[in-house]
């Protein structure tokens, strides 16, 4: 059996000569931190140029357009008689909504019998199309609600309780831990994680699978569990070295560059870094013993990203999951490790308050490394078979 010393030369060899790996583990990280994270720099934008269609020509409708320009978020870069013009600058990019106020809207708003008012968004850039639902929303609650105070004092009824009835609940909305409250600081920490977990899993799954179909250590009946852990443990040396140093470049470069803050410990924050790195790293090679290729590997695993996201529990609570995905969800190292990592960066934690996802996380890795040995004691087995039926 190759010596350690050996297997690690082997591994250099390995990563030089085989772009894939190279390409996934090396400049992957760095390419899909820019260019992903691109979607999110401008994380809080303002001035969002919208276009008014002004179909009622009230003083209601003016007053809509007003309050709605007065948003810091919103723009209304005119007011328009018909569709044609709203829709031509809508197409051209020049604006990234059009509000519609429809005819007679003054008319039925105050009689009380409802009006619809129309907003259509340019949903690719989801941040800034969220920002002008979100503040035109809240134009519409006012207005309705000014709407419904004004009928109710017209109706002699005592301005107090006039106000109660017109809006019985107040909403007091305080951001604590996403101070700016938007998409982009809330859901671009994790994505960065999330990229660099993803490629720890190509990357390193390949390596893997090369050295059980190059090698067949599998099929060597003069490897036991601790010398296959031993050529594992070689081989993954590199990946942890890299791994750990890129979450240190990520948050010493990449977060300062999106101007995403980290408010918790440092230590504590690499050291279960760490422990995450290495139960990915475990679950992968277990995960890998049931491929035959490289190439079926990086098809399935490439596919798995949104998915192992959304059960993560980071974008859905796992509470609401059904019962079979919370189990899923929580066999998953992704699972306590974001918990922690949302809890560390924006709550900035201490110790106490993540030591039940750490201990999750540590049982995780141990059951890893139970179900890999398992694992091979099965493929074991299988292959005693086999050669005693030749």
């Not at 509000?99 to 850039?125: A, Y």
């Not at 809006?167 to 960065?192: C, E, H, R, W």
């Not at 490629?199 to 390949?206: E, M, S, V």
Request: charged share 15%.
């Amino acid at each position: 059996m190759r010596s350690f010393l050996q297997i690690i030369k082997d591994e250099l060899s390995l990563i030089l000569e085989d772009k894939s790996i190279l390409l996934t583990c090396l400049l992957a990280p760095i390419f899909y931190a820019f260019f992903v994270g691109s979607i999110y720099k401008d994380k809080d934008v303002s001035d969002i140029p919208v276009a008014m269609v002004d179909l009622d020509h009230s003083s209601l409708s003016k007053k809509i357009g007003e309050l709605v320009d007065s948003n810091q978020k919103i723009k209304v870069m005119g007011s328009y008689s018909n569709m044609e013009e709203a829709l031509f600058l809508f197409n051209g990019l020049q604006v990234q909504g059009i509000l519609i106020i429809p005819r007679e809207f003054e008319k039925k708003t105050m009689n009380l019998e409802g009006s619809t008012v129309e907003l259509i968004l340019n949903n690719t850039k989801f941040l800034t199309s969220n920002d002008i639902n979100k503040g035109v929303q809240q134009v519409m609650l006012t207005v309705a609600g000014g709407v419904r105070l004004n009928y109710l004092i017209s109706s002699r009824i005592p301005t107090e309780m006039a106000l109660e009835q017109a809006q019985p609940i107040m909403p007091v909305i305080k951001s604590v831990f996403n101070a700016t409250n938007n998409y982009g600081d809330y859901l671009l920490p994790i994505l960065l994680v999330l990229i660099i977990q993803q490629t720890l899993i190509i990357g390193f799954g390949q390596s893997v699978l090369h050295e059980l179909v190059h090698y067949k250590t599998l099929s060597d009946s003069k490897i036991n569990f601790f010398g296959f852990m031993k050529i594992m443990l070689a081989k993954s040396s590199y990946y942890v070295v890299l791994y750990a140093s890129l979450f240190f470049l990520f948050y010493k470069v990449i977060f300062p560059y999106y101007h995403l803050d980290f408010k918790g410990s440092e230590f504590l924050h690499f050291s279960m870094s760490l422990a995450f790195i290495l139960s990915v790293m475990v679950y992968t090679i277990f995960l890998s013993t049931f491929f035959k290729t490289a190439i079926g590997w990086t098809e399935i695993m490439a596919f798995s990203t949104y998915p192992l996201f959304l059960v993560s529990g980071y974008s859905w609570p796992i509470e609401a999951m059904p019962k079979v995905l919370q189990i899923f969800a929580n066999l998953l190292p992704s699972t306590p490790y974001f918990t922690m990592f949302n809890k560390l960066s924006m709550q900035g934690a201490s110790l106490i308050n993540i030591k039940s996802e750490m201990a999750q996380l540590l049982f995780l890795l141990l059951f890893g490394y139970l179900s890999l040995y398992l694992r091979f004691r099965y493929i074991y087995k299988k292959r005693v078979i086999q050669v005693k039926s030749q």
